[in-house]
């Protein structure tokens, strides 16, 4: 079994038939910003993803996990053309898993009108429905008998312009708790995946403003699993780091589109280990880092 993650494309779109009245919020902020630069270092995201898709039907990919920031502003039409170029990446052959970022719910509009529910609806079945007690969230997928996968929503809107920072409500907190006891995935390796990074490449915690504001809580809610490695975006850099207190891993696949920082993560699932492998853009074409192959979950050799 061989799973991408991937993570923050932020597909730019034309903004000249977004409403006026649409301005009167932090999304002027947004726009600003976009169009001072942001905008540019995703100008080529469109060729990136066909690059992704290629790669994953290359690679052999069975599963494709997206850790949020589809769009800038969270407006309609960015949701429509988030949908259309990564068609492909969705039609893998065990999936696909994603969560939605800060900027799928820009302003209180795109949460009120529920459109990542709405564009991307098909995506968010889960195999233990009884546990989404939050929406869809936490959401969870079997991988065979071997391993697991739930996502758990940390994005909202931030209606301050200077603030960016996550959450993960409390039910979904106190849900995954209570999953890590069910047998289900309590006797299997689990890729818990979220938008916001719980710890930055360097082991810190991230600002108050920008990052995951109960970092602290879900990583002691993670390490109620006896395997979990914690898969994330929101920060535009690929990274991996340990937890101190727990050894658990945290992949973060910043952005698969933002220029000279293009990344990923690849994990090849086998029996009694997993292998992660970077990948990178080398100004072509994706390709995979093999001198930085991580290894994690050991004791589990043989291929799923
Ligand atoms: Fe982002
Ligand atoms: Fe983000």
Redesign the pocket.
């Known amino acids: 079994m061989r799973i991408l993650h991937y993570s ?1 494309p932020h597909i730019p779109t034309p903004l000249h038939h977004v409403p006026l009245y649409k301005w009167l919020s932090k999304r002027a902020v947004g726009g600003v910003n976009l169009f001072l630069g942001r905008r540019r270092l995703f100008s080529d995201a469109g060729v990136k993803l066909a690059a992704l898709a290629r790669f994953k039907q290359e690679q052999q990919v069975d599963l494709v996990i997206c850790t ?2 589809y769009t800038a502003l969270g407006l309609n039409h960015e949701y429509e053309e988030a949908v259309k170029v990564t068609q492909q990446l969705m039609d893998a052959p065990s999936g696909y898993v994603n969560v939605p ?3 799928d719910y820009y302003i209180t509009d795109a949460l009120r009108e529920e459109r990542f529910r709405t564009y991307f609806g098909d995506t968010l079945g889960s195999d233990l429905p009884e546990y989404q007690v939050d929406g869809p969230w936490p959401l969870v997928r079997l991988i065979g008998n071997d391993f697991g996968i739930i996502a758990v929503n940390s ?1 909202r809107p931030n209606p301050l312009p200077w603030r ?1 920072s ?1 959450l993960i409500p409390e039910k979904q907190l106190e849900t995954l708790v209570t999953m890590s006891k069910d047998s289900r995935l309590a006797d299997r390796p689990v890729f818990i995946m979220t ?2 990074a719980p710890l930055l490449a360097d082991g810190g915690y991230d600002s108050r403003l920008h990052g995951l504001t109960n970092a602290k809580p879900f990583l002691t809610a993670c390490a109620q699993f006896r395997q979990a490695a914690i898969l994330c ?3 535009h850099q690929c990274y991996h780091v340990t937890v101190h207190e727990t050894g658990q891993a945290i992949f973060c696949a910043g952005s698969a589109t933002m220029n000279k920082k293009e990344g990923f993560w690849l994990f090849d699932l086998y029996k009694k280990e997993v292998k992660a492998t970077p990948g990178r853009w080398d100004g072509q074409q994706f390709v995979l880092s093999m001198d930085s192959i991580v290894t994690l979950f050991h004791n589990r050799s043989e291929q799923c």
């Open positions: 923050d949020g920031d970022g800060n900027h994005s960016s996550g938008h916001y975006g929101h920060v």
